[in-house]
T-cell receptor, first 112, second 115 residues
Framework: GDSVTQMEGPVTLSEEAFLTINCTYT??????LFWYVQYPGEGLQLLLK?????DKGSNKGFEATYRKETTSFHLEKGSVQVSDSAVYFC???????????FGAGTRLTVKP | DAMVIQNPRYQVTQFGKPVTLSCSQT?????MYWYQQKSSQAPKLLFH???????NEADTPDNFQSRRPNTSFCFLDIRSPGLGDAAMYLC??????????????FGPGTRLTVL
């Protein structure tokens, strides 16, 4: 079945460092791909999405490109801030399917 | 602000004692979901309601039930909690199904402890 694998955390970075969180997927069709973020004490929030190959999702300085050839959707940010400390979840959904599959989450801590 | 609210945020129950978790939404969305998230694992969909239509995932244990008395509220009932049911329970909503096109909005979760 469909699944998502993301890099294990925790990830600890200094402020203004470059961030990459790897995400790869397995799917039978052509899914949409998502990154969700969960700040401390809050629910998951959609960060960005991409619905087809080569699409780039972006929001709040974060970017991820849908790479069909490598079945990947890695999350990147050029310069992280302390306020980016959160848990990040990669997810996929097959088109016209009700089911969203999440990765296990990667905890990011950014130190001043 | 429109939102998804879960009560309580923390719930402690005893082994075998029924427990109910609550979710409400002000978004007027058609679909409500319940996910189970165990420590350091991915959220796992238990079931969802599309309006009053209940949809159970194939591997959701019978011990888990749900009720949706109206558009705004959805309840998760665990009939006989076991130690393995200790987890974070996440409620989410979306305007329509088709997860690839309809953003899911999540509540903050209820952390269930089973003693």
């Amino acid at each position: 079945g469909d699944s998502v694998t993301q890099m294990e955390g925790p990830v600890t970075l200094s402020e203004e460092a470059f961030l990459t969180i790897n995400c790869t997927y397995t799917a039978t069709g052509y899914p949409s791909l998502f990154w969700y973020v969960q700040y401390p004490g809050e629910g998951l929030q959609l960060l960005l999405k991409a619905t087809k190959a080569d699409d780039k999702g972006s929001n709040k300085g974060f970017e991820a490109t849908y790479r069909k050839e490598t079945t990947s959707f890695h999350l990147e940010k050029g310069s992280v801030q302390v306020s980016d400390s959160a848990v990040y979840f990669c997810a996929l959904a097959e088109n016209n399917n009700n089911d969203m599959r999440f990765g296990a989450g990667t905890r990011l801590t950014v130190k001043p | 602000d429109a939102m998804v609210i879960q009560n309580p945020r923390y719930q402690v129950t005893q082994f075998g004692k029924p427990v109910t978790l609550s979710c409400s939404q002000t978004l007027n969305h058609n679909v409500m979901y319940w996910y189970q998230q165990k420590s350091s694992q991915a959220p796992k969909l238990l079931f969802h309601y599309y309006d009053k239509d209940f949809n159970n995932e194939a591997d959701t244990p019978d011990n888990f039930q749900s009720r949706r008395p109206n558009t705004s509220f959805c309840f998760l009932d665990i009939r006989s909690p076991g130690l393995g049911d200790a987890a974070m329970y996440l409620c989410a909503t979306s305007r329509e199904r088709a997860a690839s096109y309809n953003e899911q909005f999540f509540g903050p979760g209820t952390r269930l402890t089973v003693l």
